[in-house]
């Protein structure tokens, strides 16, 4: 957590019944290195097995999706009211009535 060892934390937190000793403290650090270590070597494995299988065609490449306003507004990223209700978040929406021909493209006044 902070500058002691977990260990020490761990007996001064009354978790554990002896306090540690420099070797158990050596081989714990130790420990978390080569976790460290490992994850990372696993990471770069499955970083260039995914490269390859996407170069291959066996896996496709995940979709970019842009983002436009957020769920909790009340029109989500639309500009004029439509004739769907709409519901997000807490908020309900009913939808506009829209005269039979009129679309999107024709802007009432």
């Known amino acids: 957590m902070g500058d002691f060892p977990i260990e020490w934390e761990a007996w001064i937190r009354k978790k554990r019944k002896d306090p540690p000793t420099t070797e158990e403290i050596l081989k714990n650090e130790n420990y978390r290195e080569e976790m460290k270590q490992k994850i990372k070597d696993v990471s770069e494995k499955d970083k260039l097995l995914q490269t390859k299988e996407y170069k291959e065609g066996l896996v496709a490449e995940p979709a970019h999706t842009h983002v436009k306003g957020h769920a909790s507004a009340p029109y989500y990223g ?21 005269p039979p021909g009129s679309g999107s493209n024709n802007k009432q006044q």
């Open 78 to 98: 639309k500009k004029e009211p439509s004739q769907d209700p709409m519901s997000t978040a807490n908020t309900f929406q009913p939808g506009s009535w829209m």
